[in-house]
């Protein structure tokens, strides 16, 4: 089974609304990080957390990490058409990361 | 800033057929790797290799080879191609490949095999 998995397949919002994707895993971690992958691109990490910290955030972008009950969070505030994409959790890093399945986040108009 | 290229971007194949994938990195990393996406599923890897000559197996690597001759190159080779297989093959980088590390993405090469 998978160490790391995003909790919904997929999601749909209207421009301009907050979405959040919940990724929980099963392995203790030393970091967690978030990836977007466009359609026709490779994926791009979003954030990386590390297991002390319990909040990250890049520009609309929030990460939460809750050690405790192995689960973390992505927020995208005022969301962009452009933010289509499948977000992925993956835990580790290097040649030891473990990616989810990935959310699918639908932004529309 | 640096930049992953794969090529090909689309490759189709006839079953049997051993088909190579190539990647070039030129962020200076140590560590590459190749990973496989089936649609609607996680990334799974195939190889990765730590430095110029050295390949480590993954979780997937049966049915493929791989090859790292220079620091900025690896190539990956699909040994005989299986029949209505489809995939993305993902090629990435990162600086030593240690944990908490991030993993810098190519756009991917497309497989179809007739």
């Known amino acids: 089974s998978q160490l790391a998995e995003e909790n919904l397949w997929a999601l749909s919002v209207h421009e301009g609304e907050s979405v959040t994707v919940n990724c929980s895993y099963k392995?203790?971690?030393?970091?967690l990080q978030w990836y977007r992958q466009k359609s026709g691109e490779g994926p791009a990490q979003l954030i990386l957390?590390?297991?002390?910290?319990r909040e990250k955030r890049n520009g609309r972008l929030r990460a939460t990490l809750d050690t405790s009950s192995q689960s973390s969070s992505l927020s995208i505030t005022a969301t962009r058409c452009e933010d289509t994409a499948v977000y992925f959790c993956?835990?580790?890093?290097?040649?030891?990361?473990?990616f989810g399945s990935g959310t699918r986040l639908l932004v529309s108009p | 800033g640096g930049i992953i290229t794969q090529t090909p971007k689309f490759l189709i194949g006839q079953e049997g057929q051993k088909l190579t994938l190539k990647c070039q990195q030129n962020f200076n990393h140590d560590t590459m790797y190749w990973y496989r996406q089936d649609s609607g599923k996680g990334l799974r890897l195939i190889y990765y290799s730590i430095t110029e000559n050295d390949l480590q197996k993954g979780d997937l690597s049966e049915g493929y080879d791989a090859s790292r001759e220079k620091k900025s190159s690896f190539s990956l080779t699909v040994t005989s191609a299986q029949k209505n297989e489809m995939a993305v093959f993902l090629c990435?980088?990162?600086?030593?490949?240690?944990?908490?590390?991030?993993?810098?993405f190519g756009s991917g090469t497309r497989l179809t095999v007739l």
């Open positions: 993956a835990t580790g890093g290097g040649y030891k990361v473990v």
């Open positions: 990435a980088s990162s600086i030593s490949g240690a944990s908490a590390e991030t993993l810098y």
């Open positions: 392995t203790s971690i030393t970091a």
């Open positions: 957390i590390r297991s002390n910290e």
